[in-house]
């Protein structure tokens, strides 16, 4: 099996025209006439490396560039998270050719993905930040909101960067008060998902309204509401954990309220 590459110029991945992504093996990309920046290996798979390629922007008739953001709800869940790691390896490249500290070059890590000052002594890896995102509910209800970064109107989960000293729980307390201005309780964690845009972790977690009425940060924010499970807006595709927290509370509410019905018929 051949390595294959993902390759990008000015964080746009290398498409058909029809907009379908090109991983290009050692051979193709002879074939091309672009200009070489940096490559990087990215993932071992299966007996082969998955690597991505900084090339000079060209137009390439019959050929594309694509921004990351046009695959959402396309990809699958795996496929979006290895062409978010190609794009954020890049980054880190591009971000950390110098030392913050002294400003001296820094060279490659020997075996890690990393980058060091040999001045300082100091690594410099790609960035995380770990962030919360969560989806608040109330019986039957969950709370959605349209964030002004979204230009269609679509509701998702509330979410927030988790700041030095705070815990994710601490980080979603504050951020629900903020971004709405209710208090909740119960919160508990449901799964995680990196999110390439530019490099969060993002934690699930489910919390229960606990007081408060609904009070919208205007800087963040259009609209938030209640939503019932069964008359839901425009939510994020499946593929985000946005879609994935309002999915599995739509899956509980609606086996809650299914047997709470046989309980009923069988009283009856
Ligand atoms: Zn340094």
């Given at each position: 099996m ?9 964080e746009?991945?290398?498409c ?5 992504l ?8 002879q074939?091309f006439?672009?200009e ?5 290996k990215i ?6 490396d ?7 922007p060209?137009?390439?008739d019959?050929?594309k560039?694509?921004g ?9 869940e795996?496929?979006?998270q290895?062409?978010g790691?190609a ?11 110098f030392c ?14 990393a ?5 300082c ?8 930040s770990?962030c919360i ?9 969950c709370?959605?909101?349209?964030h002004k970064r979204?230009?269609?109107e ?5 979410a927030?960067?988790i700041?030095v000293g705070?815990?994710p ?11 709405v201005?209710l ?9 995680s ?7 969060q ?8 309204y606990?007081?408060?009425?609904i ?7 259009i ?6 499970y ?6 994020p ?12 509370f739509v899956q ?10 046989n309980?009923a018929?069988?009283?009856i």
């Amino acid at each position: 099996m051949q390595n294959v590459c993902y390759v990008i110029a000015d964080e746009k991945f290398l498409c058909t025209e029809d907009g379908d992504l090109i991983l290009l093996n050692e051979i193709d990309v002879q074939e091309f006439s672009l200009e070489l920046i940096v490559k990087h290996k990215i993932k071992h798979h299966d007996g082969f490396d998955v690597q991505v390629m900084s090339v000079i922007p060209i137009n390439l008739d019959g050929f594309k560039w694509v921004g990351l953001r046009n695959f959402l709800g396309q990809f699958t869940e795996a496929e979006f998270q290895t062409a978010g790691r190609a794009l954020q390896v890049l980054r880190w490249h591009f971000d950390h050719q110098f030392c913050g500290r002294c400003g001296n070059p820094t060279v490659q890590h020997t075996h890690d993905l990393a980058k060091t000052c040999e001045y300082c002594a100091i690594d410099f890896y790609p960035r995380l930040s770990p962030c919360i995102i969560t989806l608040i509910t109330r019986g039957d209800e969950c709370l959605l909101a349209w964030h002004k970064r979204s230009k269609e109107e679509r509701y998702s989960c509330l979410a927030g960067f988790i700041e030095v000293g705070e815990n994710p729980e601490q980080t979603l307390e504050r951020e629900v008060m903020e971004e709405v201005g209710l208090s909740v309780n119960n919160i508990r964690y449901v799964a995680s998902q990196p999110w390439p845009f530019p490099g969060q972790l993002m934690l699930g977690y489910f919390a229960d309204y606990a007081n408060g009425d609904i009070r919208v940060d205007q800087d963040e924010i259009i609209s938030a509401h209640w939503f019932r499970y069964d008359q839901l807006p425009t939510i994020p595709p499946a593929s985000t954990i946005s879609g994935q927290l309002i999915s599995a509370f739509v899956q509980q509410r609606k086996e809650h309220n299914s047997y709470n019905n046989n309980v009923a018929k069988t009283i009856i």
